[in-house]
């Protein structure tokens, strides 16, 4: 069977770049429906971009690889669209938007802009070769053995994250078969954990924080949980977490601290400093905080430097995280596809004309609220036109 182009995963990117391809286009995807991961993106109701994104919010080994692709089809491009198809929306908090009603709604959109491109569902890889025509595929379509032939083959395929979605390194194996580098890969948006399991005592109990690794530092909820903490400061910061370094959480200034602290020893100073310290921080972790510091006694009897370094270890509590919950819960996959090996223009492979790469199989992650899914339709966007002008 002979197609102009055949894309590998009917998410996200795959699904966009069907929609700008133009000719004979063939969607594959193992799943039993398209876009699964959109479907379950935001509670159900799918954070498709953000208002504030450029390229700042990506990681990857090139930091100016996405500057393209995001300049030439931007958030306000994807909201035109979801605005023409009718769906209503809402910014819910820093940038993020979720559609009001369900995620289904955008996967249904998707469906629809793909026009005549075919759809084949619970449909396997078994092998890809290149030849003189393009690429040869030997699918098999739900226990059909099937063969097609493209021009043109885009991998959509996605990186490792969530395997029970049916994740898998499919993207990356086909690049080595290729011969096209593959930077290391990682959980990312992902909880971290500690082997000890000190925080179990704690777990339901939310607290807004500061939280940086190595790199910028995120101001939004922290959750406790049985095996470590989780909320979105943390997951922002586990795309820059490494094994055997420290995270800084910051529950509040030192200088409001301190001063709150001051300002409790003159007016009640027989009051311990646990139930001081629940004023401003839920009484379950005051709790913790205090056994663990050794913050017995009233408040009464420590001195301003006490108080001070209580203080300063409120806003720099350092912790050193034993692992993360790994693929299974990331939002995303760290690393890929190497960008060096690819054109920003068009994704396309410089050393194998025909051969794309998008979405979150490239070496480009986003930060948590909506950065990855604009990162998606901008990807495939660059692929689908350039597949089209070509």
């Known amino acids: 069977m002979q197609f102009d182009t055949v894309i590998i995963g009917a998410g996200a990117a795959g699904m966009m770049c069907a929609a700008f391809a133009g000719g004979r286009v063939l969607v594959v995807d193992h799943a039993r429906a398209p876009g699964e991961k959109i479907r379950i993106s935001g509670g159900g109701r799918c954070n ?36 023409r198809h009718g769906i209503a929306w809402h910014e819910k908090t820093l940038g993020q938007l979720f559609c009001d009603g369900s995620a289904r709604q955008i996967v249904a959109m998707l469906v629809q802009e793909m026009g005549d491109a075919q759809l084949w569902l619970k449909t396997a890889v078994a092998s890809v070769a290149r030849d003189a025509d393009g690429f040869a595929l030997a699918l098999d379509r739900d226990g059909t053995p099937v063969r097609v032939q493209a021009r043109n083959l885009v991998v959509a395929s996605g990186g490792k994250s969530i395997p029970k979605m049916g994740a898998t390194g499919l993207a990356y194996d086909l690049a080595r078969q290729f011969g096209i580098p593959v930077t290391r890969t990682r959980p990312a948006l992902v909880p971290l954990t500690f082997a000890d399991a000190r925080f179990k ?158 979405g979150e199989a490239v070496d480009v992650t986003g930060w948590l609220g909506g950065y990855n899914f604009q990162w998606a339709w901008s990807s495939g966007h660059a692929a689908g036109t350039a597949i089209a002008a070509g």
Do not use: C
């Open 48 to 83: 498709f971009t953000n208002l504030g994104t450029t390229a700042d919010q990506f990681l990857s080994a090139n930091p100016h690889f996405a500057k393209s692709a995001l300049a030439r089809y931007t958030q306000w491009d994807f909201i035109d669209l979801v605005d």
């Open 201 to 358: 005592p704690l777990a339901g109990v939310s607290v807004a924080a500061r939280v940086a690794a190595d790199g910028p530092a995120f101001d939004e909820g922290l959750l406790f949980t049985h095996r470590g903490l989780s909320g979105p400061a943390v997951l922002q910061a586990s795309s820059y977490w490494r094994e055997g370094s420290d995270i800084t959480v910051a529950l509040g200034p030192a200088d409001g601290f301190f001063d709150a602290l001051r300002a409790a020893r003159s007016n009640q100073p027989k009051r311990q400093i646990a139930t001081v310290l629940a004023d401003h921080l839920p009484a379950r972790l005051a709790d913790h905080l205090a056994q663990g510091w050794d913050l017995g006694g009233r408040i009464a009897d420590r001195s301003d430097a006490a108080l001070r370094d209580i203080a300063e270890r409120l806003a720099q509590w350092r912790l050193r995280p034993t692992g993360s919950e790994g693929y299974r819960t990331a939002e995303v996959t760290l690393g890929g596809i190497d960008t060096e090996a690819l054109s920003a223009r068009t994704m396309e492979a410089r050393a194998v004309p025909g051969l794309y790469f998008i």
